[in-house]
């Protein structure tokens, strides 16, 4: 029987593990880009509903930012330029702004009656201005009951208008 002391044989508590850092760091930054991408996305996809009267004092109605913006048409202020633009002023509240939009309204759009217009209000030599890219005239039943109180005032705002024409 060999009583001689053995070689110690390295066991797994006894290395040092090498820790894989070039991956961890690239699934690091593959994480920290996806969240970004995901929270300039959401972000960006968000149209706050703002009226005329909202812009440039409530949050999330600031000049550059894509909003949908309310307001009734004013009588007198539609023209429609050869490219096939459309400009016209809006009004809520006794506050307007002017409109101007790529292309013809369709539907039902008229002077006098309560329209969304979505886009970004920008500002030129003149003062601000709503770069329109769509134009909704018939607001759904979603809005409607979820901004009662808007869409009374611009029902308002119509039936006035109407009657001065």
Known sequence: MDLSPREAVPTAQGR?????????SVLAVVFVAGGLMVAKFLTSAVDYYCNVDEIGTKSGCDVGRNIRIQGTVQAGSVEK???GATSFIIE???VSMPVQVGSEPSGIFKECIPVVVRGRVAQDATGKVFEGDEVIVKHDNSYDAENKDRV???N??????????
Do not use: D, T, V
């Open 16 to 24: 040092k593990r090498k820790r894989p850092w070039l991956a961890i």
């Open 81 to 83: 330029a050869s490219s």
């Open 92 to 94: 809520y509240h006794g």
């Open 152 to 154: 009374e005032q611009a």
């Open 156 to 165: 308002a705002e119509a039936a006035q208008c109407s009657q001065k024409g």
